[in-house]
């Protein structure tokens, strides 16, 4: 399994650095075998202590209850409205990609009506316009349902991402189990 991969990708990402040697610590995700099917063991581990076996890893989940001491309302407020935010400014780009293909085709009627195209052309045309808006629509309502259904399961993850980038300076773990979070200066 990659480490790349979007679902695998860590929310602190970039943000976790190794107290003994200053490097960033690389997210790794491993599953592993058990009674109750597979489970996921998700973790920071710094490469360098690694090869100098002076092994420093800490789990993902740790990182992440320590988080939710410096989540305070006024921070999470903020951090719910730009998740909204966000959403919708993805769903208004289908809307205009929608309104630009609507004024195409009346622009299209126009020139038909003034026998600036044939009807036949005029028809060609017509259909392509509609077959791409078609298949915009169709994607839309994809994309929303979708974004519905993630934001129920992962709300709290996506919260968390973007409290991590907005307010999260740096995480450094030493390998002795301490763990230090630096909050920016806003
Ligand atoms: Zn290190």
Same mark, same amino acid.
């Given at each position: 399994?990659?480490?790349?991969?979007?679902?695998?990708?860590?929310?602190?990402?970039?943000?976790?650095?190794?107290?003994?040697?200053?490097?960033?610590?690389?997210?790794?995700?491993?599953?592993?075998?058990?009674?109750?099917?597979?489970?996921?063991?998700?973790?920071?581990?710094?490469?360098?202590?690694?090869?100098?076996?002076?092994?420093?890893?800490?789990?993902?989940?740790?990182?992440?209850?320590?988080?939710?001491?410096?989540?305070?309302?006024?921070?999470?407020?903020?951090?719910?409205? +730009?998740?909204?935010?966000?959403?919708?400014?993805?769903?208004?780009?289908?809307?205009?990609?929608?309104?630009?293909?609507?004024?195409?085709?009346?622009?299209?009627?126009?020139?038909?009506?003034?026998?600036?195209?044939?009807?036949?052309?005029?028809?060609?045309?017509?259909?392509?316009?509609?077959?791409?808006?078609?298949?915009?629509?169709?994607?839309?309502?994809?994309?929303?349902?979708?974004?519905?259904?993630?934001?129920?399961?992962?709300?709290?993850?996506?919260?968390?991402?973007?409290?991590?980038?907005?307010?999260?300076?740096?995480?450094?773990?030493?390998?002795?189990?301490?763990?230090? +979070?630096?909050?920016?200066?806003?």
């Amino acid at each position: 399994m990659s480490s790349e991969n979007s679902k695998n990708k860590s929310i602190l990402a970039k943000k976790v650095f190794c107290k003994e040697c200053g490097r960033t610590m690389v997210h790794r995700v491993e599953f592993k075998k058990n009674k109750k099917g597979t489970s996921e063991y998700r973790a920071f581990h710094c490469q360098l202590c690694k090869e100098r076996q002076t092994y420093n890893n800490v789990k993902e989940k740790k990182l992440i209850e320590m988080l939710h001491q410096y989540m305070d309302k006024s921070k999470l407020d903020l951090t719910e409205k +730009i998740s909204e935010k966000t959403f919708k400014e993805k769903t208004k780009n289908y809307d205009l990609e929608i309104a630009r293909l609507d004024k195409e085709l009346q622009i299209l009627y126009e020139k038909y009506k003034g026998s600036e195209i044939t009807k036949a052309e005029y028809i060609k045309q017509k259909s392509e316009v509609n077959h791409k808006k078609l298949a915009l629509v169709e994607e839309q309502k994809d994309y929303e349902q979708n974004q519905i259904v993630r934001s129920e399961e992962n709300k709290e993850k996506d919260i968390l991402k973007i409290f991590a980038q907005k307010y999260v300076e740096k995480i450094i773990v030493s390998r002795f189990g301490d763990v230090e +979070i630096e909050m920016k200066k806003l």
